[in-house]
């Protein structure tokens, strides 16, 4: 990837003239459009912002099922424990662990001090903002009363138009998503609405804190009395002022035609909006906030504001045009990539790095993991999407804090980054957290991506604390071996994979190469300031651990015995094929070795237990090594499914949805179409008739 060459501005402009950047976007996008007629059993249909997603069901809200509200603001702390000495975040203090002849503090969860660490991993939480589903005159009806459903998703737009018919009379709504606040605008039309028999109800769930998984519905509804709402209601408009502990926020919701707004009943937190009678439409906002606001935002505006946004995201950035009327695999991948870009858009552009289910479900309480920023964002950079991959990438610097006072703690040099981290930066205790270290060469990754599109004065500044802060780490954490004369990584470590014991885990191929190429990378920041090099990190650029071999081929870590065989270490994700696609080739690479590697995995590897970005990963080295119709198989592996919605299933391991597939799935079709360094693209099966446009050096 650091591998695109550089002056795709002048390539593209020659490209543009000559009339080849002409694919018609809108037709093939709209293509993709979702059009169902009833509520998928798990997954939503999505409006959102990146910070900000409404899941809905074949209703176009949230009526027969409550799916969730999700924002990057809105989260909960539960009360802390009250076991003896373990009821402050104060009495946490981690596990000492054995590392080259010192002990070193992990935040490890500690078995005797197992309620406070448990209530750091699990908060805070994020919390389901609340419900927003018709209300049918206190009538129990079912998705299956209705009649004449459909429901369209149009992509281009960002619009949901749903209309089905209750009792024979026809019901049409319309859902969208502001692109800049954190509000849905919601029009009804029906003849019913004259009636009272049909309105708007709004639900607020108590935090539930509890599940690592809370799917595919967050919050506990029937805690009515561990939280309070409160109205306050006016002329056209009421806010909902909601109390979870700690946690308040409002909801502020303005109509714009006359409708009243009550309580269902004390003991619930339920409030229904009906229009007056004669009314034949019901057009009203709903804007969560964490500050008490009166929202006046209007639905046409809204729509307006979607509308262009959603126009803009398309027409914008790269663009791929597979063959989707001759062949049924093109047209799946151009349907996945549609669909990722769209549910992206929604769910992963958000001021802190996505958590793994974005805005649709929680996954692991709703937090985020600093190694999977790099699947998260480092499509946006290769399909020329800057402005959204800017939104998170200040997460280095925001967190750099965090990660000087956690390689201090543990006496190295520099910033040492956390995993499972909440907005704050603090990284939960856990097995796998404290010592896994892929994540460090991230933001080496990423500044030289940017300087390769702006390579100015600015991004230099930009960078240069944080990978000096990171590099310093990294050099102090590489452990000089007075008897190999060479830098080890660990131990104890967990490589990619977390599937090895950590006191024996040392110099994992993957690692060396990543750490190398960070090392690289901030050793040229220096030099391109005209500043000089810090000694450490040549020493350990430069005296790294080779990367260990058996038999021919690249293994997992230094010293793994029986690695093809173990079921364990031939399962999970597949690491080591990281070394040639997805990081530019390292110096020491053989490519002999790396080509019986792959063949090995391909031969001994269990893919049953794969998952999300595994099959991307496979995609890349297979189209590195040149190998198109591979890289495409492996976007469609059968273990790599995307449901009817475009949510990308994740695999037996997860919960649906796994974004890390969809944004991984984008990368690797973005490399394929722009190509690497001294690799040409676009790298497609050859039969396949393709435009690519806007890439690096498409
Ligand atoms: C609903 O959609 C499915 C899948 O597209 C289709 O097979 C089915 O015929 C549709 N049902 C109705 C009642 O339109
Ligand atoms: C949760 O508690 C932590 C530790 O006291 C605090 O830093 C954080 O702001 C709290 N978050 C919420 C949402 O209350
Ligand atoms: C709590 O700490 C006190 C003193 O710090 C100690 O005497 C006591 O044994 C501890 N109790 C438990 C349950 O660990
Ligand atoms: C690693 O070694 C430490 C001692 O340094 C021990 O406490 C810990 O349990 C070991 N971890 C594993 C996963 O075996
Ligand atoms: C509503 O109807 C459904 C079946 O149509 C039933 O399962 C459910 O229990 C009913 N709920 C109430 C509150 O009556
Ligand atoms: C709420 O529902 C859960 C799950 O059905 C149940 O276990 C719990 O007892 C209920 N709590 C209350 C307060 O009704
Ligand atoms: C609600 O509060 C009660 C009393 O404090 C507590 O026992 C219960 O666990 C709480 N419910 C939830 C879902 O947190
Ligand atoms: C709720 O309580 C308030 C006063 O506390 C009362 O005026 C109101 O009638 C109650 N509402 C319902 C629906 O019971
Ligand atoms: C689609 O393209 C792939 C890759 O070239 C090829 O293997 C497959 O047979 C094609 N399928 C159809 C239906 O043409
Ligand atoms: C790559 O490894 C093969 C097999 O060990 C060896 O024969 C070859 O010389 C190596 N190539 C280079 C360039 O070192
Ligand atoms: C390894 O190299 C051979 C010869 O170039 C090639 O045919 C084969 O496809 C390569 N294997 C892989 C897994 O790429
Ligand atoms: C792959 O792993 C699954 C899950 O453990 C197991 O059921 C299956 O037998 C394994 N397949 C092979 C070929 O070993």
């Given at each position: 990837m650091l591998l695109l060459r550089p002056r795709y501005d002048l390539y593209l402009a020659v490209l543009a003239s000559v009339g080849i950047c002409d694919i018609d976007r809108e037709s093939i996008v709209r293509q993709f459009n979702l059009k169902i007629n009833q509520s998928h059993p798990y997954s939503p249909v999505q409006v959102g912002n990146g910070n900000f997603a409404f899941g809905v069901d074949v209703t176009g809200l949230q009526t027969f099922l409550p799916h969730n509200t999700l924002s990057s603001w809105g989260w909960h702390n539960s009360s802390l424990p009250n076991t003896p000495n373990q009821t402050?975040?104060?009495d946490y203090t981690g596990v000492d662990w054995w590392t080259h002849g010192r002990l070193v503090n992990y935040a490890q969860p500690n078995p005797t001090e197992k309620e406070i660490s448990q209530w750091l991993v699990a908060n805070p939480h994020r919390i389901n903002l609340g419900r927003v589903g018709l209300w049918f005159g206190g009538r129990n009806v079912?998705?299956?009363?209705?009649?004449s459903k459909t429901q369209v998703l149009d992509l281009w737009e960002g619009a949901i138009m749903s209309s089905f018919a209750v009792d024979g009379e026809e019901v049409r709504i319309t859902t969208v998503a502001s692109p800049t606040s954190d509000t849905v605008a919601v029009e009804i039309k029906s003849e019913v609405l004259r009636s009272g028999e049909l309105g708007v109800a709004f639900d607020f769930p108590y935090a539930s804190g509890k599940n690592k998984f809370d799917a595919p519905f967050v919050g506990v509804w029937n805690a009515t009395a561990n939280h309070t709402t409160k109205l306050f209601a006016k002329d056209s408009g009421a806010t909902i002022l909601h109390t979870l502990d700690a946690t308040t926020y409002a909801t502020s919701i303005h109509w714009e035609n006359e409708a009243t707004i009550t309580r269902?009943?004390?003991?619930?937190h339920q409030y229904v909006l009906k229009a007056s009678e004669d009314e034949t439409f019901l057009t009203f906002t709903v804007t969560f906030s964490p500050e008490l606001v009166d929202s006046t935002e209007e639905f046409n505006d809204i729509k307006e504001q979607a509308t262009d946004w959603w126009n803009d995201y398309w027409t914008d950035g790269a663009f791929v045009s597979l063959p989707i009327s001759v062949n049924t695999s093109a047209r799946e991948l151009q349907r996945r990539i549609i669909l990722s870009q769209y549910l992206l858009a929604v769910n992963g552009a958000g001021k802190d790095p996505a958590q793994?289910?974005?805005?649709?479900n929680n996954g692991w309480y709703g937090k985020f993991h600093m190694e999977m920023v790099f699947w998260h964002l480092a499509h946006w950079t290769i399909w020329d999407r800057w402005s959204l991959y800017d939104r998170s990438i200040g997460v280095y610097e925001r967190f750099l804090s965090t990660s000087f006072e956690r390689a201090a703690h543990q006496g190295y040099e520099g910033a040492r980054i956390g995993k499972m981290s909440d907005p704050s930066g603090r990284s939960a205790p856990g097995e796998i957290n404290s010592v896994l270290i892929w994540q460090q060469p991230h933001p080496m990754f990423f500044a030289e991506m940017e300087y390769r599109k702006f390579p100015t004065q600015k991004t230099l500044e930009k960078w240069d604390y944080i990978l000096a802060g990171v590099a310093d780490f990294m050099a102090s954490y590489a452990w000089y071996n007075e008897s190999t004369k060479v830098y080890d990584l660990g131990p104890p470590m967990y490589p990619?994979?977390?599937?090895?014991n950590p006191n024996q885990t040392m110099n994992p191929t993957f690692e060396l190469a990543y750490w190398r190429f960070g090392l690289d990378v901030a050793s040229k920041w220096q030099l391109r300031q005209n500043k000089s090099v810090p000694a450490s990190w040549t020493a350990v650029r430069d005296n790294i651990a080779p990367f260990p071999v058996e038999n021919d081929v690249y293994v997992l870590y230094e010293g793994i015995t029986d690695m093809w065989t173990t079921p364990e270490t031939s399962?999970?994700?597949?690491?080591?094929?990281?070394?040639y696609g997805w990081l530019p080739p390292d110096p020491r690479l053989n490519l002999t070795l790396f080509n019986n590697t792959v063949a090995q995995v391909y031969e001994s590897w269990n893919f049953t237990y794969s998952y999300g970005w595994d099959f991307p990963l496979l995609a890349l080295t297979a189209a590195r090594m040149g190998d198109a119709e591979t890289a495409v198989n492996w976007l469609l592996d059968t273990n790599n499914q995307f449901d009817e919605l475009g949510m990308p299933e994740g695999g037996s391991r997860v919960a649906t949805p796994y974004f890390p597939a969809a944004a991984g799935l984008l990368l690797a079709v973005g490399m394929m179409s722009g190509g690497w360094d001294g690799f040409k693209g676009p790298i497609f099966p050859k039969e396949w008739d393709i435009e690519v446009e806007g890439f690096w050096c498409s």
């Open positions: 402050s975040i104060a079912s998705e299956d009363d209705l009649t269902t009943s004390n003991a619930s793994e289910s974005g805005l649709v990619v994979s977390e599937n090895t399962e999970d994700h597949p690491g080591l094929l990281g070394l």
